[in-house]
């Protein structure tokens, strides 16, 4: 994206990053930069939306309308517009807001700029929307996608990236496609509320929240079958919890990993662990910079991936009886 960072380790946009304090300890731990807690578009839009609603402006002249949407902004989300001044005042690192959006509405799309004005170095844009409309065709649900980075990119300078899920009929031509247009980065994945059932209850419930190390497949393989292909650069997201890890999704041609979970279950001290355990690896193989080895274990070495992956279950899981 464009950006310096002295390691490849970010700590992803969680609760952990919404405050002063945590970003400076999270920096004082040896991360390569934090991505803060996702503000809401609904959040925004809601803002602008309740003051509208009072209505007792809207009939003067034509700009109340403009009026009351910039001076709702301006003052409810001057919060998070603080958080990034601050931040930005007392640490080195890059710091990326993060909104988490379904819909390329400007109510929400202007206040991108605000967020570039108070000095962020990047923006997220955390993008899930669930195909679930069986009436909706995938490629209307994708075009939102499109649109906002459209709209995004041109509303800020400062550099864009998508946090996306992988429910998409085609991923890796969709992700492809993604990363030729002005974004500079691209996420995967989101974690997303995990339904599961309470059986004596008879209700739905939320299954959990953190990830696990074994998490690590799902973006692992996704980032070796898309790092080849695409355009800009990727961050591997979900179920990195070690050194190992992160070694794995950079040889996988991942440009970054972002964590967060860990951080939850171990605390800050794990970014150090992490940092630690890559620096003696690349010593004992001997790699000077990441360079030396990103991406050195992604599909491009096979003709036909997917023939490989088939091969690869078959290998593993046939014998098994
Ligand atoms: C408690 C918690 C809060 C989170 N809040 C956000 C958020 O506000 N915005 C966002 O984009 N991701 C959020 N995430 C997702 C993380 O940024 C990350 O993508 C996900 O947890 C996978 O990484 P992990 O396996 O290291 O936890 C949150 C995750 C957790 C555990």
């Not at 998409?168 to 509320?193: E, M």
């Amino acid at each position: 994206m464009g950006l310096k960072l002295k390691n490849p380790i970010i700590a992803a946009s969680c609760g952990l990053t919404n405050s002063v304090e945590n970003i400076v300890e999270l920096e004082r731990n040896g991360v390569g930069a934090v991505v803060l807690k996702s503000l809401f578009e609904e959040q925004i839009a809601n803002e602008v939306n309740h003051t509208m609603e009072q209505g007792e402006f809207s009939n003067y002249y034509p700009e109340a309308e403009d009026y009351i949407r910039n001076y709702t902004q301006g003052n409810d989300l001057s919060v998070y517009l603080d958080l990034i001044r601050t931040a930005k005042q007392v640490v080195k690192i890059p710091v990326i807001a993060s909104i988490n959006c379904v819909s390329d509405s400007d109510d929400w799309i202007s206040f991108a700029k605000k967020i570039e004005q108070a000095g962020a170095d990047g923006l997220e844009l955390n993008i899930f929307i669930l195909p679930s409309d069986p009436t909706k065709p995938g490629e209307q649900n994708e075009k939102t996608y499109f649109d906002i980075a459209e709209k995004v990119t041109k509303e800020v300078s400062i550099p864009v990236a998508l946090k996306i899920s992988y429910y998409f009929s085609g991923l890796a031509q969709f992700v492809t496609k993604l990363s030729w247009t002005d974004i500079k980065g691209i996420v995967l994945f989101n974690r997303f509320y995990s339904p599961d059932i309470n059986i004596d209850k008879m209700e739905v419930k939320s299954s959990f929240v953190f990830s696990d190390p074994a998490s690590l497949a799902l973006s692992l393989r996704w980032i070796a079958m898309l790092s080849p292909h695409v355009k800009c650069d990727l961050a591997a997201s979900t179920g990195v919890h070690d050194g190992e890890a992160v070694i794995k999704q950079l040889l996988a041609g991942a440009q970054v990993v972002q964590v967060a979970s860990v951080l939850y279950k171990k605390g800050f001290s794990e970014i150090a662990e992490m940092t630690g355990k890559l620096k003696a690896w690349m010593e004992e193989k001997n790699f000077k910079s990441l360079d030396d080895f990103r991406g050195k274990l992604n599909t491009s070495q096979y003709d036909n991936p997917a023939a490989y992956e088939r091969v690869q279950f078959m290998k593993h899981f046939s014998g098994i009886e």
